[in-house]
């Protein structure tokens, strides 16, 4: 199973990968009450039936148990993409921490076109901080239009936010060319030229 196919059961059930049988029963039926499909008002038949997935798979010892070698693999990768973005700056103040995680959101969509988006408890393991700071800065994030919530409940960067990560991209002097002036280039005599002379 690819990490496009893998679902996070307790992502999705909002649960620690800790959680005890009674807490995930008692989860499963706030969640399967609130987005059946004859809902009035909640009603996701797409997310109920993952629900109940996700249910029918922690509640088996054995399932689960085989479940969580996939989940550990599954988290390790995600590690991996977010010592990628991370490797712009340590966490040290709230504008930090929003960068890495636009940062992070960027290089998801940019991996993945497809399943672009992470969930909350995902993005608050991928940065070691407390859900609660994140949720501050998601609802930062939000209101600046750089990120959106994907009809999953996922976050998601959006073009103003791709934007606003690759305008705060670093690039080194020697990269950059002045508008005006000519490159130049060192030709074999070992001198400076313009480069169409």
Request: negative net charge; glycine residues 6%.
């Amino acid at each position: 199973m690819s990490d496009n196919d893998f679902v996070d059961y307790y992502e999705l059930l909002q649960l620690s990968s800790s959680a005890d049988t009674e807490t995930i029963e008692r989860v499963f039926r706030h969640l399967a009450k609130k987005f059946h499909p004859d809902h009035a008002v909640t009603a996701n038949k797409e997310l109920f039936i993952k629900i109940v997935e996700a249910h029918k798979l922690l509640s088996d010892p054995v399932k689960r148990a085989g479940y969580d070698v996939a989940y550990q693999k599954f988290w390790s990768h995600k590690w991996g993409i977010a010592a990628e973005s991370g490797g712009r700056s340590e966490v040290g103040d709230d504008t930090q921490l929003r960068d890495r995680m636009l940062t992070l959101l960027y290089f998801q969509r940019r991996r993945n076109m497809k399943h672009p988006g992470l969930g909350e408890l995902e993005i608050s393991r991928l940065l070691s901080t407390p859900i609660e700071l994140v949720e501050f800065h998601i609802w930062y994030v939000k209101a600046k239009g750089w990120v959106e919530r994907l009809d999953m409940g996922q976050l998601a960067i959006t073009a103003e936010g791709v934007d606003q990560v690759e305008k705060s991209l670093i690039l080194s002097p020697d990269h950059l060319i002045e508008a005006g002036k000519k490159a130049k280039v060192r030709r074999d005599d070992g001198d400076l030229h313009a480069a169409n002379e």
